[in-house]
């Protein structure tokens, strides 16, 4: 697999068709993200940063604007190519974890799996190391109920992470958690990054989360507002 996991969003559109009316959400956004990054987005409730991630997962389409992960082109792909895409470069994260509550964290984490080539011993393997990772091995046969928050994120992780995506998308993933699990959560993201070169993208409200990205960035009203280090989207620029 290709290990160039920037993602570039250039002059992108995306509105919402409610009952009545179109709810603009971008009308303009550009956005680079190189690869290897760790970036944290942050802004108000409906802003648009689950609309971002969506869109940079290959999950939603732009009205308008090119969408590139890795220089390719998502956003013209058809269905079921974008579907194969998905599998094998992108891990979402999720605030609540999105776990089947009647698998166990194994079966949970066997899930993506089942869309790639690999075969059932392979699948075994892979879901083995990965609960390995984060810490899990001995809760293998565990259902999502038997487990604490920080323990289900941790399931959510290596399922995010059990087809070797280059990118992982962060959608509030500390945001169910007390302090301690979240900054276990956070830990295990940076290591995930600094360790094994995957491309971070995390949407939060929490500033201390914020703090262990490599930068930062505030949408506001459907656009960047200057922040961070090294200040890099151009779609809010006043
Ligand atoms: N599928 C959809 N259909 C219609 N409107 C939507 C849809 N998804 C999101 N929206 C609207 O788009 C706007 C942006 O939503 P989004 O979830 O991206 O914001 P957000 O910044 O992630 O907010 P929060 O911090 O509350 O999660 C909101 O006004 C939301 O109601």
Redesign the pocket.
């Known amino acids: 697999m290709e290990r160039d996991t920037s993602v570039n969003l250039q002059h992108v559109a995306k509105s ?1 068709r ?1 009952r009545r009316q179109g ?1 603009p ?1 971008f009308e303009d956004l550009t956005l680079d993200i190189p690869d290897g990054d760790f970036l944290a987005v942050m ?10 991630l969506n869109l940079i997962g290959g999950i939603d389409r732009p009205d308008r604007g090119e969408i590139r992960v890795g220089g390719q082109r998502i956003d013209t792909m058809g269905e079921a190519a974008l579907a194969r895409w998905r599998a094998g470069h992108v891990g979402f994260v999720f605030q609540f974890y999105n776990l089947m509550p009647m698998l166990t964290a194994a079966e949970n984490v066997e899930l993506p799996l089942l869309l790639t080539p690999l075969t059932r011993r392979q699948r075994r393997e892979r879901v083995a190391t990965v609960l390995d990772l984060v810490g899990l091995a001995e809760r293998a046969r565990h259902r999502p109920g038997e487990l604490s928050g920080g323990q289900m994120q941790r399931v959510g992780i290596a399922r995010a992470i059990a087809a070797d995506p280059c990118l992982l998308l962060c959608d ?1 993933p500390t945001g169910d958690l007390d302090r301690q699990s979240a900054d276990d959560i956070l830990r295990m993201l940076g290591l995930l990054n600094a360790e094994l070169g995957k491309t971070i993208v995390m ?1 939060t ?1 929490d500033e201390a989360a914020a703090r262990a990205a490599r930068r930062v960035l505030r ?1 506001d009203k459907g656009r960047f507002v200057a922040d961070g280090s090294r200040f890099v989207a151009d779609g809010g620029r006043p």
Do not use: A, D, N, R
Not at 43 to 52: A, F, I, L, N, R
């Open positions: 919402y409610t709810l959400i802004g108000p409730s409906g802003s648009g940063k689950s609309t971002m509030e949407v409200h949408l």
